[in-house]
């Protein structure tokens, strides 16, 4: 029988790590965890260190001097040849000028941080504050490019969505894929117009279900086992997040804030505003396809309603 009429994968927020310890999470990829939980980040930012002897660090993480010396106490007597970035979020890269200035390393990244699409002038707040826009990487990487080091070879996954210009770090040897923000075991990711976009975000999680690896190591919480059937029941989590914006929207027009209550019950008021940007990414979508209708763009301020019948 398909893993699709199972019951839906259930979040995992068993992640034990401690802050600065680095642990072997799998032969040849040990993890670090920084100390910056928050309700967006779970217990923290993890960095991970791939290769043993000369090693990759991938994601440094946030300007947080004390996550860099645990991530060089971590390859002491090592040499760290790479530095990897998924994407450009406070909590990812601006740690990278520190680990590159004490090792030397060069810097691998899609390239600096822009938004999904033009920011609109109607739209009177901004998702862009917390963007790095003071990084750069050496080498700009592209989908389907490969960096082999001493012992492992990661490939470039183009997977926006969540950010632009975000990357997932395949090692097929090892089945398993570095999967940044795009795909996170404690819970859904955050896409927020219009520093992300949910049609590149749907994409990018069809194009990871069609690759054979089945361990994915995220940029926050714990490891996620069975990925593939994982990243399936993530996309219909996403198409039914769409099925109840339609329903609401079926009872008469409503503004964003009105659908977060109707749709997220009992959500955490820290993430209120979060949640009412991953459902404004929806109605782009909707409003794209001649679903949904809104006088003017579709911002985080508008009111929507249905363009017509929905087709039963």
């Given at each position: 029988?398909?893993?699709?009429?199972?019951?839906?994968?259930?979040?995992?927020?068993?992640?034990?790590?401690?802050?600065?310890?680095?642990?072997?999470?799998?032969?040849?990829?040990?993890?670090?965890?920084?100390?910056?939980?928050?309700?967006?980040?779970?217990?923290?930012?993890?960095?991970?260190?791939?290769?043993?002897?000369?090693?990759?660090?991938?994601?440094?993480?946030?300007?947080?001097?004390?996550?860099?010396?645990?991530?060089?106490?971590?390859?002491?007597?090592?040499?760290?040849?790479?530095?990897?970035?998924?994407?450009?979020?406070?909590?990812?890269?601006?740690?990278?000028?520190?680990?590159?200035?004490?090792?030397?390393?060069?810097?691998?990244?899609?390239?600096?941080?822009?938004?999904?699409?033009?920011?609109?002038?109607?739209?009177?707040?901004?998702?862009?504050?917390?963007?790095?826009?003071?990084?750069?990487?050496?080498?700009?990487?592209?989908g389907g490019d490969v960096v082999e080091g001493d012992?492992?070879?990661?490939?470039?996954?183009?997977?926006?969505?969540?950010?632009?210009?975000?990357?997932?770090?395949?090692?097929?040897?090892?089945?398993?894929?570095?999967?940044?923000?795009?795909?996170?075991?404690?819970?859904?990711?955050?896409?927020?117009?219009?520093?992300?976009?949910?049609?590149?975000?749907?994409?990018?999680?069809?194009?990871?279900?069609?690759?054979?690896?089945?361990?994915?190591?995220?940029?926050?919480?714990?490891?996620?086992?069975?990925?593939?059937?994982?990243?399936?029941?993530?996309?219909?989590?996403?198409?039914?997040?769409?099925?109840?914006?339609?329903?609401?929207?079926?009872?008469?027009?409503?503004?964003?804030?009105?659908?977060?209550?109707?749709?997220?019950?009992?959500?955490?008021?820290?993430?209120?505003?979060?949640a009412g940007y991953s459902v404004l990414a929806h109605?782009?979508?909707?409003?794209?396809?001649?679903?949904?209708?809104?006088?003017?763009?579709?911002?985080?301020?508008?009111?929507?309603?249905?363009?017509?019948?929905?087709?039963?």
């Amino acid at each position: 029988m398909s893993d699709d009429n199972q019951d839906d994968v259930p979040f995992n927020k068993e992640f034990p790590l401690r802050p600065g310890v680095a642990e072997e999470v799998v032969p040849g990829v040990r993890r670090v965890l920084c100390n910056n939980p928050s309700p967006f980040t779970f217990t923290g930012t993890v960095s991970y260190i791939v290769g043993c002897g000369k090693v990759a660090i991938i994601d440094p993480g946030p300007d947080n001097e004390a996550h860099a010396r645990a991530l060089l106490d971590a390859v002491r007597g090592e040499t760290v040849t790479h530095i990897f970035v998924t994407h450009t979020h406070r909590d990812h890269s601006p740690n990278t000028p520190r680990i590159k200035a004490a090792t030397g390393a060069a810097v691998y990244a899609e390239g600096p941080h822009r938004a999904s699409r033009p920011r609109h002038e109607s739209e009177k707040t901004t998702t862009e504050s917390g963007a790095d826009r003071d990084f750069v990487p050496d080498v700009a990487l592209a989908g389907g490019d490969v960096v082999e080091g001493d012992g492992w070879r990661l490939e470039a996954l183009a997977t926006p969505g969540h950010t632009a210009n975000h990357l997932a770090f395949a090692w097929p040897e090892r089945d398993l894929t570095f999967v940044g923000d795009h795909i996170m075991g404690w819970s859904t990711s955050i896409v927020a117009p219009p520093d992300g976009s949910m049609v590149d975000y749907m994409d990018s999680l069809d194009c990871l279900a069609a690759r054979p690896e089945n361990l994915y190591l995220s940029g926050h919480g714990p490891e996620i086992r069975d990925a593939r059937r994982f990243t399936r029941f993530l996309a219909r989590h996403r198409k039914a997040r769409e099925a109840s914006i339609l329903h609401r929207l079926s009872k008469g027009e409503a503004d964003i804030p009105t659908m977060v209550r109707a749709i997220y019950i009992g959500i955490d008021p820290r993430l209120a505003a979060a949640a009412g940007y991953s459902v404004l990414a929806h109605l782009e979508d909707l409003v794209a396809r001649g679903i949904v209708a809104t006088d003017g763009d579709a911002v985080i301020e508008g009111r929507y309603r249905l363009a017509g019948p929905l087709e039963v």
